[in-house]
């Protein structure tokens, strides 16, 4: 059996909302996590059937004001002043410490700006009012409907509620961030399907065998006399989809599956792709700077950089949001990235086939690709769409820079 909450004013608004939400209303009105509870509040309650035996919240905008103590006076200058500003709803429901209210000044009320208007008592938890909108909310004082509201989360219905520091509220908005990982998913198929291609191609003639150089170059491999010499600037993104081998492709889509749809979700589909194919960018950039350089007509391929890059993005987007997300998701995801990164560039270190500057170049775009994409989880209000566009624009400028130093260099 559910607790009844202490009989105040805040906690009583809040029973209102939670019946409100459980009858299909959604917030119409912007509040945060610690507010909800004590400021006016505006729903918009939609035609839906009533409880079993009970009678429905009329449709329409409702607005729930938690008040200590008003004067008919205030009640009617507060009403005033919303219809003035033509944000009258209506329904109103006053709040209060104690019956403050003669109901009969709250039918006076009603009447005046002719709309519904009910009064509730938090103290002994009385409703009275326009009949109309007393009998709708009587049951929500009942046991068996306190239950039901208790399992109420309003995350899914108010975008500013709610404290994404606590780890229920975090993981509840992950949750709720989409469906799957569908990005990760074509990421996936992109680099598979050209891993088949080339081996219809005939470059494999066993199955864990490499492929011929002359083949991932017709593939698209990064390669300074083609790339920077012969213009081919196309292939600082193709060669991200090329790999030598089975067991290269295996091991980058391995790493890409497990992190990726965690990235994803904290990043959207959207964001994560931009982050993706900048990391994966700037790994070519820093290959072509520094392996490449000193090699011009060894080929570079692999998903590596960008892999690294997403790992690196989820590093900025724990530095970016760790005043907003729990203590130990920033914590977990910052121990994750630091030793994933290190560790697989001491390991690249020591083998001299592995291109660590692509490593490096997709991790340090990606970081700074994450700090700029970052965002509050869903439903926490988003980017609009000219400013995504702008944190776009920059990560893409910041690589047209990076490429117009290395044309410098090399």
């Given at each position: 059996?559910?607790?009844?909450?202490?009989?105040?004013?805040?906690?009583?608004?809040?029973?209102?909302?939670?019946?409100?939400?459980?009858?299909?209303?959604?917030?119409?009105?912007?509040?945060?996590?610690?507010?909800?509870?004590?400021?006016?509040?505006?729903?918009?309650?939609?035609?839906?059937?009533?409880?079993?035996?009970?009678?429905?919240?009329?449709?329409?905008?409702?607005?729930?004001?938690?008040?200590?103590?008003?004067?008919?006076?205030?009640?009617?200058?507060?009403?005033?002043?919303?219809?003035?500003?033509?944000?009258?709803?209506?329904?109103?429901?006053?709040?209060?410490?104690?019956?403050?209210?003669?109901?009969?000044?709250?039918?006076?009320?009603?009447?005046?700006?002719?709309?519904?208007?009910?009064?509730?008592?938090?103290?002994?938890?009385?409703?009275?009012?326009?009949?109309?909108?007393?009998?709708?909310?009587?049951?929500?004082?009942?046991?068996?409907?306190?239950?039901?509201?208790?399992?109420?989360?309003?995350?899914?219905?108010?975008?500013?509620?709610?404290?994404p520091r606590d780890p229920e509220v975090f993981f509840e908005r992950l949750k709720h961030t989409g469906s799957g990982a569908p990005v990760t998913w074509v990421?996936?198929?992109?680099?598979?399907?050209?891993?088949?291609?080339?081996?219809?191609?005939?470059?494999?003639?066993?199955?864990?065998?490499?492929?011929?150089?002359?083949?991932?170059?017709?593939?698209?491999?990064?390669?300074?006399?083609?790339?920077?010499?012969?213009?081919?600037?196309?292939?600082l993104l193709a060669c991200t989809y090329v790999h030598a081998n089975l067991l290269h492709i295996g091991m980058n889509m391995w790493v890409l599956r497990s992190?990726?749809?965690?990235?994803?979700?904290?990043?959207?589909?959207?964001?994560?792709?931009?982050?993706?194919?900048?990391?994966?960018?700037?790994?070519?950039?820093?290959?072509?700077?520094?392996?490449?350089?000193?090699?011009?007509?060894?080929?570079?391929?692999?998903?590596?950089?960008?892999?690294?890059?997403?790992?690196?993005g989820l590093l900025g987007f724990a530095l970016a949001r760790r005043r907003t997300v729990p203590s130990h998701v920033y914590k977990g995801l910052l121990r994750?990235?630091?030793?994933?990164?290190?560790?697989?560039?001491?390991?690249?270190?020591?083998?001299?086939?592995?291109?660590?500057?692509?490593?490096?170049?997709?991790?340090?775009?990606?970081?700074?690709?994450?700090?700029?994409?970052?965002?509050?989880?869903?439903?926490?209000?988003?980017?609009?769409?000219?400013?995504?566009?702008?944190?776009?624009?920059?990560?893409?400028?910041?690589?047209?820079?990076?490429?117009?130093?290395?044309?410098?260099?090399?």
């Amino acid at each position: 059996m559910a607790e009844l909450p202490p009989p105040t004013p805040a906690d009583t608004s809040a029973l209102v909302q939670h019946y409100l939400l459980y009858h299909g209303a959604r917030f119409t009105s912007r509040a945060t996590e610690t507010s909800w509870r004590h400021i006016p509040v505006a729903l918009a309650v939609p035609p839906q059937g009533p409880l079993p035996g009970t009678a429905a919240p009329q449709p329409g905008r409702w607005l729930v004001v938690p008040w200590e103590a008003p004067t008919s006076d205030q009640v009617v200058a507060y009403l005033e002043r919303l219809a003035a500003a033509r944000m009258l709803p209506e329904v109103v429901v006053l709040v209060l410490a104690a019956p403050v209210l003669r109901e009969s000044v709250v039918l006076q009320v009603a009447q005046l700006f002719g709309i519904e208007v009910v009064a509730i008592s938090a103290l002994d938890r009385v409703a009275y009012g326009t009949r109309r909108t007393v009998d709708a909310l009587g049951p929500m004082f009942e046991t068996d409907t306190l239950e039901r509201l208790h399992a109420i989360n309003p995350l899914e219905h108010l975008a500013a509620l709610g404290d994404p520091r606590d780890p229920e509220v975090f993981f509840e908005r992950l949750k709720h961030t989409g469906s799957g990982a569908p990005v990760t998913w074509v990421l996936l198929g992109a680099n598979a399907a050209v891993f088949l291609a080339m081996m219809v191609a005939g470059g494999a003639a066993r199955l864990l065998a490499e492929f011929d150089g002359d083949l991932l170059v017709a593939f698209g491999a990064n390669v300074k006399q083609h790339t920077v010499d012969g213009g081919q600037t196309w292939r600082l993104l193709a060669c991200t989809y090329v790999h030598a081998n089975l067991l290269h492709i295996g091991m980058n889509m391995w790493v890409l599956r497990s992190v990726g749809e965690t990235a994803e979700r904290l990043f959207g589909g959207a964001m994560y792709a931009t982050l993706y194919t900048v990391a994966g960018l700037g790994g070519s950039i820093a290959s072509l700077a520094f392996t490449l350089r000193a090699h011009p007509g060894l080929p570079s391929v692999g998903a590596s950089g960008a892999v690294f890059g997403v790992m690196g993005g989820l590093l900025g987007f724990a530095l970016a949001r760790r005043r907003t997300v729990p203590s130990h998701v920033y914590k977990g995801l910052l121990r994750s990235a630091l030793f994933f990164s290190l560790f697989n560039i001491a390991l690249g270190a020591m083998m001299p086939q592995v291109d660590n500057a692509a490593h490096i170049g997709g991790l340090a775009a990606g970081f700074g690709a994450g700090l700029l994409l970052s965002r509050d989880l869903p439903p926490a209000p988003q980017p609009k769409v000219p400013v995504r566009l702008a944190w776009i624009a920059l990560c893409l400028g910041g690589l047209g820079v990076a490429w117009r130093l290395v044309l410098l260099w090399v």
